[in-house]
């Protein structure tokens, strides 16, 4: 069997997201979120909207399996305290011990370890807040 990496673990984690993209709508002021973006989002992306981030993959093998402890930042990004941190929990919700399948893996473990908030003010003086979480992915592939 081809070893995998994290990529399937990323790629599920979007599916997961964005299967309960609903959710994420009734969780907002306007009706919508505005995209999950990888690491930032484009330039002019309307708020809010999530964006993820690897932060680390570690491998571990031996003679029969292959385990990957990943962790992953999670951000609601919103010129609204209130909706990013109501996003965030929807965030919970959906990811935490309801990853869909990881192709090629079986998930060990889905949990939230930490918790994140930050605000920042933009060149233009609006206040941005990110509320969310560092989620840890436990899978097992069978070598």
């Known amino acids: 069997m081809t070893r995998t990496t994290e990529a399937p673990i990323l790629q599920s984690l979007v599916q997961t997201l964005r299967a309960n993209n609903s959710a ?35 491998y571990d093998d031996d003679f029969s399996n292959r385990t ?13 305290q209130v909706e990013a941190s109501n996003l965030d929990s929807v965030v919970l919700t959906t990811v935490e011990d309801s990853l869909a ?7 060990l473990f889905c949990r939230r370890v930490a918790g994140l908030r930050l605000s920042e003010v933009t060149e233009e003086g609006k206040k941005i807040y990110r509320v969310g979480g560092t989620y840890s992915l436990w899978t097992d592939q069978d070598l």
């Open 24 to 58: 994420f709508d009734a969780a907002t002021i306007d009706g919508s979120l505005h995209g999950i973006h990888e690491e930032t989002a484009p330039t002019g992306t309307k708020m809010p909207f999530l964006i993820y981030r690897l932060v680390y993959a570690v």
């Open 68 to 80: 990957i402890r990943a962790a992953v930042d999670i951000e609601a990004v919103s010129e609204n």
């Open 101 to 107: 399948a990881v192709i090629g893996q079986s998930i």
